[in-house]
């Protein structure tokens, strides 16, 4: 399958897929908008169109069972299968309105008693109903019973295709390495370029198509030459302009100017071909075959040109031009010339296809002319091959030393280019030529769908930086992530198409995604789900809008504090987003009444498994009901203390004084003692110990400290501070000024300017601040020195000056000082008097 037939199925995928969404999306305004019939709904199927299909279907059942119709006859089959499956799907909710009606009295009429008979007219009323209700399902029933019958049959003529699409890849044919072959071929290249030139020469003769000629010879000159100029020169004029703008300043702006520019490479040959194409048609020269031929090479040269665009950026010449792989400048030089090969290769593969369709050559023929094609596609595969490999054995490993997952895909990628590589000319050496081409071509077509994919995954990226400004924060933004994901998927039906799969089996897989999965009794569809996401988006918005006007118009005209505003905020947004949920799951029609029992079992293991989380939750609802604590208190919890600067439903963020965060589970502030320093206002308590010297004058210190408590401004007058005279302690006489402060959490910054203050006015009046002393007595010294004796009367061996100045270096100094584990037993003396180890002197 070459890409020029994939690309009119890709435009007809794409099309229907965006009419399958819209499908989706669009919601029925009013009656009167919809398709004629009661209510608004689709009138039911009447019986000639029953009749009408019922021949269809038999002479569907007749062709799958013979299996003796061409492709095209089966593709022509199943499209109007497919037209009758939609029509009876579309007839499956035919009186859906009536029946619920009818359904509905029944209900209200209860079900039939099991004994005793009910009242003449209840019993005429129920039969009644039941018989209208068995009237109005019945179209219904037989639109869902065609419905099935039309989808077994488009099944079966799907497998009837994949059997036929995978015999002939098995398929054996005459081997291109037997000389036989070779003649015969070359026999049939020279009659189709005799045929070709006869063509030519005919319509020449004809002297109205000379006419013809002549009469357009003047615009046939001003194409060609347009062509030309485009064809040879185009090119390299856009490859320049791109160059030039990369190689100066370097920025996201110049990358996407470039990258614009630099799909004139494209553009401007393909229209050359083109324009050369029309010109052969406008000269009516040509002939069938020639003007086919021409039509062709505007597929063949855009394949082409593709191809040298892709190895532009996979093996570029400038470095910011991206997608650079890690091998040296030769190697990717080397890659550019193989690039160009394999686009070569490819246009010529799909003319030689085109000639084949048109001549009817036989398998020989086909084999020898499309076996070369297969041998030099392989090869420079195989060199690709190489250069993925080395790719990604130069990637830098994990942290860990572990290759990296983007490494082991690119090995993986890189070793099945080179076994397929190889297999698929072996394939077609020995008669598989099916085969041969499809793995050898089809995985080309995918290395350049990857390339492609991989160059729209950078466009992403610099259209984020050019927005964002922040080339660092690209990086590891979510956005073009989610994007780039969304181009993976979006590709994934190309490469279903490239490796075989038909645009009938995209259609089949996206028509059961379209109708959606049942879970228990619950059809969850796209459609469903689409609806769910828009409700509850539109009701999370709202909340927020709501919230937002409570809290900046409403809330501050009360009484209520900063916490209970909060606590307000904070309910509405739990409420509102319970409320959008639910609303969401009604609207889009889920029942949820099948998973209450799956929920019930479900909840038990949860509670015990996220019974912390569920704590915390409550507490946290409860934090907000009560407000022992609100944002802005100064708060001391398990050891920590800080202000509060926010409270979730699981937890409360607490700012120390070192600026650090300290994220407490609420469960601990409602289980926990906790002290609040600034509940309900910021009047707090401070105790300043103060200790002077024995001899001094204690009411002259009480009144010092008397005053150094009064005249700092924060300190509250009434009630007025006090200085207590607290105890006789072991080295001081030991004060507290108490005093009650205006803002508890200045409370440092007044101890320390009271701390300055009674130094200085302690040195003014000669007022001593004692500190602490300890004197060490030796009661025996002569016992160290008796312990010191046998160590000097040893001989010593005589040493040279390097080695005592060695033994120097490596002896450790003594302490100037003596501890108790230092001396002998009884040698210490700690209370002072002398006589060692507390014994009277």
């Given at each position: 399958?070459?890409?020029?037939?994939?690309?009119?199925?890709?435009?007809?995928?794409?099309?229907?897929?965006?009419?399958?969404?819209?499908?989706?999306?669009?919601?029925?305004?009013?009656?009167?908008?919809?398709?004629?019939?009661?209510?608004?709904?689709?009138?039911?199927?009447?019986?000639?169109?029953?009749?009408?299909?019922?021949?269809?279907?038999?002479?569907?059942?007749?062709?799958?069972?013979?299996?003796?119709?061409?492709?095209?006859?089966?593709?022509?089959?199943?499209?109007?299968?497919?037209?009758?499956?939609?029509?009876?799907?579309?007839?499956?909710?035919?009186?859906?309105?009536?029946?619920?009606?009818?359904?509905?009295?029944?209900?209200?009429?209860?079900?039939?008693?099991?004994?005793?008979?009910?009242?003449?007219?209840?019993?005429?009323?129920?039969?009644?109903?039941?018989?209208?209700?068995?009237?109005?399902?019945?179209?219904?029933?037989?639109?869902?019973?065609?419905?099935?019958?039309?989808?077994?049959?488009?099944?079966?003529?799907?497998?009837?295709?994949?059997?036929?699409?995978?015999?002939?890849?098995?398929?054996?044919?005459?081997?291109?390495?037997?000389?036989?072959?070779?003649?015969?071929?070359?026999?049939?290249?020279?009659?189709?370029?005799?045929?070709?030139?006869?063509?030519?020469?005919?319509?020449?003769?004809?002297?109205?198509?000379?006419?013809?000629?002549?009469?357009?010879?003047?615009?046939?000159?001003?194409?060609?030459?347009?062509?030309?100029?485009?064809?040879?020169?185009?090119?390299?004029?856009?490859?320049?302009?791109?160059?030039?703008?990369?190689?100066?300043?370097?920025?996201?702006?110049?990358?996407?100017?470039?990258?614009?520019?630099?799909?004139?490479?494209?553009?401007?040959?393909v229209t050359g071909l083109a324009i050369l194409a029309a010109a052969g048609t406008t000269s009516g020269l040509l002939g069938l075959r020639g003007e086919t031929i021409a039509r062709s090479m505007v597929g063949a040269g855009t394949l082409f040109f593709f191809t040298r665009w892709?190895?532009?950026?996979?093996?570029?010449?400038?470095?910011?031009?991206?997608?650079?792989?890690?091998?040296?400048?030769?190697?990717?030089?080397?890659?550019?010339?193989?690039?160009?090969?394999?686009?070569?290769?490819?246009?010529?593969?799909?003319?030689?296809?085109?000639?084949?369709?048109?001549?009817?050559?036989?398998?020989?023929?086909?084999?020898?002319?499309?076996?070369?094609?297969?041998?030099?596609?392989?090869?420079?595969?195989?060199?690709?091959?190489?250069?993925?490999?080395?790719?990604?054995?130069?990637?830098?490993?994990?942290?860990?030393?572990?290759?990296?997952?983007?490494?082991?895909?690119?090995?993986?990628?890189?070793?099945?280019?080179?076994?397929?590589?190889?297999?698929?000319?072996?394939?077609?050496?020995?008669?598989?030529?099916?085969?041969?081409?499809?793995?050898?071509?089809?995985?080309?077509?995918?290395?350049?769908?990857?390339?492609?994919?991989?160059?729209?995954?950078?466009?992403?990226?610099?259209?984020?930086?050019?927005?964002?400004?922040?080339?660092?924060?690209?990086?590891?933004?979510?956005?073009?992530?989610?994007?780039?994901?969304?181009?993976?998927?979006?590709?994934?039906?190309?490469?279903?198409?490239?490796?075989?799969?038909?645009?009938?089996?995209?259609?089949?897989?996206?028509?059961?995604?379209?109708?959606?999965?049942?879970?228990?009794?619950?059809?969850?569809?796209?459609?469903?789900?689409?609806?769910?996401?828009?409700?509850?988006?539109?009701?999370?918005?709202?909340?927020?809008?709501?919230?937002?006007?409570?809290?900046?118009?409403?809330?501050p005209k009360t009484k209520l504090d900063k916490g209970g505003q909060n606590a307000v905020i904070s309910g509405l947004g739990y409420v509102g987003i319970f409320l959008a949920a639910l609303i969401a799951i009604t609207t889009a029609g889920i029942d949820l009444s099948s998973l209450?029992?799956?929920?019930?079992?479900?909840?038990?293991?949860?509670?015990?498994?996220?019974?912390?989380?569920?704590?915390?939750?409550?507490?946290?609802?409860?934090?907000?009901?009560?407000?022992?604590?609100?944002?802005?208190?100064?708060?001391?919890?398990?050891?920590?203390?800080?202000?509060?600067?926010?409270?979730?439903?699981?937890?409360?963020?607490?700012?120390?004084?070192?600026?650090?965060?300290?994220?407490?589970?609420?469960?601990?502030?409602?289980?926990?003692?906790?002290?609040?320093?600034?509940?309900?206002?910021?009047?707090?308590?401070?105790?300043?110990?103060?200790?002077?010297?024995?001899?001094?004058?204690?009411?002259?210190?009480?009144?010092?400290?008397?005053?150094?408590?009064?005249?700092?401004?924060?300190?509250?007058?009434?009630?007025?501070?006090?200085?207590?005279?607290?105890?006789?302690?072991?080295?001081?006489?030991?004060?507290?000024?108490?005093?009650?402060?205006?803002?508890?959490?200045?409370?440092?910054?007044?101890?320390?300017?009271?701390?300055?203050?009674?130094?200085?006015?302690?040195?003014?009046?000669?007022?001593?601040?004692?500190?602490?002393?300890?004197?060490?007595?030796?009661?025996?010294?002569?016992?160290?020195?008796?312990?010191?004796?046998?160590?000097?009367?040893?001989?010593?061996?005589?040493?040279?000056?390097?080695?005592?100045?060695?033994?120097?270096?490596?002896?450790?100094?003594?302490?100037?000082?003596?501890?108790?584990?230092?001396?002998?037993?009884?040698?210490?003396?700690?209370?002072?008097?002398?006589?060692?180890?507390?014994?009277?002197?």
């Amino acid at each position: 399958m070459s890409l020029s037939r994939i690309f009119p199925d890709l435009t007809r995928l794409c099309a229907s897929l965006f009419i399958l969404f819209l499908s989706i999306v669009a919601l029925p305004l009013d009656g009167a908008a919809q398709s004629p019939g009661e209510a608004g709904e689709p009138p039911a199927l009447v019986a000639s169109d029953y009749d009408e299909w019922e021949s269809i279907a038999q002479r569907a059942e007749d062709a799958i069972e013979s299996d003796r119709a061409s492709q095209e006859a089966f593709d022509q089959l199943r499209a109007e299968l497919v037209d009758w499956r939609s029509r009876f799907e579309t007839a499956q909710s035919a009186n859906s309105a009536a029946i619920s009606a009818v359904q509905a009295q029944l209900d209200t009429l209860g079900p039939a008693p099991e004994e005793g008979e009910e009242p003449e007219a209840l019993a005429e009323q129920r039969s009644e109903l039941t018989a209208r209700l068995e009237e109005l399902a019945s179209p219904a029933r037989r639109a869902e019973i065609a419905y099935s019958r039309a989808d077994a049959l488009i099944r079966s003529i799907d497998a009837n295709l994949r059997a036929r699409q995978t015999q002939a890849l098995m398929e054996i044919g005459p081997s291109p390495l037997d000389p036989s072959h070779w003649p015969g071929a070359l026999e049939d290249v020279a009659t189709f370029a005799a045929s070709l030139a006869g063509d030519v020469m005919d319509n020449w003769n004809d002297p109205n198509q000379r006419q013809v000629f002549r009469q357009n010879l003047p615009v046939i000159a001003f194409l060609v030459l347009l062509a030309m100029v485009l064809v040879l020169r185009g090119r390299g004029w856009i490859e320049r302009l791109a160059l030039s703008v990369l190689d100066q300043k370097q920025s996201a702006a110049r990358w996407l100017f470039s990258f614009i520019v630099s799909l004139g490479q494209i553009a401007l040959p393909v229209t050359g071909l083109a324009i050369l194409a029309a010109a052969g048609t406008t000269s009516g020269l040509l002939g069938l075959r020639g003007e086919t031929i021409a039509r062709s090479m505007v597929g063949a040269g855009t394949l082409f040109f593709f191809t040298r665009w892709l190895a532009a950026y996979v093996f570029p010449v400038s470095e910011r031009a991206g997608l650079m792989l890690q091998i040296s400048q030769t190697q990717l030089r080397e890659g550019r010339v193989y690039a160009n090969v394999l686009g070569l290769v490819l246009a010529l593969y799909v003319l030689t296809r085109e000639a084949i369709t048109l001549e009817g050559w036989d398998a020989a023929t086909r084999s020898v002319l499309l076996f070369p094609l297969i041998v030099v596609t392989g090869l420079f595969l195989l060199r690709v091959a190489r250069f993925l490999i080395l790719h990604g054995r130069a990637e830098p490993d994990d942290e860990d030393g572990a290759r990296s997952f983007r490494q082991q895909i690119v090995l993986a990628l890189g070793r099945t280019v080179a076994l397929l590589a190889v297999l698929g000319p072996a394939l077609a050496a020995v008669g598989y030529l099916q085969a041969g081409q499809a793995l050898t071509f089809r995985m080309l077509y995918s290395l350049e769908l990857l390339s492609f994919l991989l160059i729209l995954q950078k466009l992403v990226g610099e259209i984020y930086v050019v927005f964002t400004g922040d080339r660092e924060r690209a990086s590891e933004a979510l956005l073009p992530v989610l994007l780039s994901f969304a181009l993976t998927v979006a590709t994934l039906p190309v490469f279903a198409l490239i490796w075989g799969a038909r645009r009938t089996d995209l259609g089949e897989a996206w028509a059961q995604f379209r109708a959606g999965f049942d879970i228990g009794d619950t059809h969850i569809s796209p459609g469903d789900f689409l609806i769910f996401v828009l409700v509850f988006v539109a009701g999370y918005a709202m909340t927020r809008l709501l919230q937002g006007a409570m809290r900046t118009s409403v809330l501050p005209k009360t009484k209520l504090d900063k916490g209970g505003q909060n606590a307000v905020i904070s309910g509405l947004g739990y409420v509102g987003i319970f409320l959008a949920a639910l609303i969401a799951i009604t609207t889009a029609g889920i029942d949820l009444s099948s998973l209450a029992i799956v929920a019930g079992a479900l909840s038990v293991g949860v509670g015990f498994g996220l019974q912390t989380i569920v704590s915390n939750f409550v507490s946290g609802i409860i934090l907000l009901i009560e407000r022992p604590i609100s944002e802005g208190d100064w708060i001391e919890v398990g050891g920590q203390m800080g202000f509060v600067r926010s409270i979730s439903v699981r937890s409360t963020r607490i700012e120390t004084f070192d600026r650090t965060d300290v994220i407490v589970p609420n469960a601990d502030l409602i289980s926990n003692q906790v002290t609040n320093w600034t509940r309900g206002n910021l009047i707090g308590r401070l105790i300043v110990p103060v200790g002077v010297a024995y001899g001094s004058d204690t009411r002259k210190v009480q009144k010092i400290l008397q005053d150094v408590a009064e005249e700092q401004p924060l300190v509250l007058l009434n009630p007025p501070p006090g200085v207590v005279f607290t105890a006789f302690g072991g080295d001081s006489l030991n004060f507290e000024i108490r005093a009650i402060l205006r803002d508890v959490t200045q409370i440092l910054d007044v101890q320390t300017e009271m701390h300055h203050r009674i130094a200085e006015r302690f040195r003014e009046e000669k007022i001593e601040i004692p500190f602490a002393q300890r004197d060490i007595w030796l009661r025996n010294p002569e016992t160290l020195r008796e312990a010191s004796q046998p160590l000097a009367s040893q001989p010593v061996a005589p040493q040279s000056p390097r080695d005592s100045e060695a033994k120097a270096e490596q002896t450790p100094l003594r302490p100037s000082h003596l501890t108790q584990d230092d001396l002998p037993d009884g040698s210490a003396d700690t209370d002072g008097d002398g006589d060692g180890g507390g014994g009277d002197r």
